[in-house]
């Protein structure tokens, strides 16, 4: 079966370091990954897609790589800031006229000032 | 525009008691979905209508049903809830982001607790 895994529950760095979270997944060809930011008590909001023939994406201190043969992303947050402590979502879709997403169970980051 | 709304903010219920959560996009979006969240085991789809006047069913969908109004809403209902129920419920809408592609906006959620 589809099975998405982000590689922590928490994670926990210190202010002006780069955060770099994992997602893994098993038996899905995807045609795009994207990441969603949580705040607690609140819905998830889209930061970054990436498509399946795409290596890297940025958005300002956000960085996204997608490898399909290691069947992995890697999601960074350049100099991190306290701002940034938040749950992380890595959703997977494998396309069609639905735009139906599968999504890991996320990653605490919390930023320590 | 205000988004995806959801109403009730949160509701609690007795087991066998019957509810419906409400979902309105502003967005203009064909696609609109139905997710529950716990702890410990992340977004999990129940039902999504990837058009107005079809519905289909998710990942979770038992002891759930649903009902797309029109193109704006988008219903979930509990007819016998159980404590295995008690969850954040979130709706969420798919549209085109500007230079991005295909994603979700989510509502605020609906916290329910079955007792």
């Known amino acids: 079966s589809q099975k998405i895994e982000q590689n922590s529950e928490a994670l926990n760095i210190q202010e002006g370091k780069t955060a770099t979270l994992t997602c893994n997944y098993t038996n899905y060809s995807p045609a795009y990954l994207q990441w969603y930011r949580q705040d607690p008590g609140r819905g998830p909001v889209f930061l970054l897609l990436i498509r399946e023939n795409e290596k890297e994406k940025r958005k300002e201190r956000l960085k996204v790589t997608f490898d399909t043969t290691l069947k992995q992303s890697l999601f960074h947050i350049t100099a991190s800031q306290p701002a940034d402590s938040a749950t992380y979502l890595c959703?997977?879709?494998?396309?069609?006229?639905?735009?139906?997403?599968?999504f890991g169970k996320g990653t605490l980051l919390t930023v320590n000032p | 525009n205000a988004g995806v709304t959801q109403t009730p903010k949160f509701q609690v219920l007795k087991t066998g008691q019957s509810m419906t959560l409400q979902c309105a996009q502003d967005m203009n979006h064909n696609s609109m979905y139905w997710y529950r969240q716990d702890p410990g085991m992340g977004l999990r789809l129940i039902y999504y209508s990837a058009s107005e006047g079809t519905t289909d069913k998710g990942e979770v969908p038992n002891g759930y049903n649903v009902s797309r109004l029109n193109k704006r809403e988008f219903s979930l209902r509990l007819e016998s809830a159980a404590p295995s129920q008690t969850s954040v419920y979130f709706c969420?809408?798919?549209?085109?982001?500007?230079?991005?592609?295909?994603?979700?906006?989510f509502g605020p959620g609906t916290r329910l607790l079955v007792l």
């Open positions: 959703a997977l879709s494998s396309g069609g006229s639905n735009y139906k997403l599968t």
């Open positions: 969420a809408s798919n549209g085109k982001t500007s230079g991005t592609g295909e994603t979700q906006y």
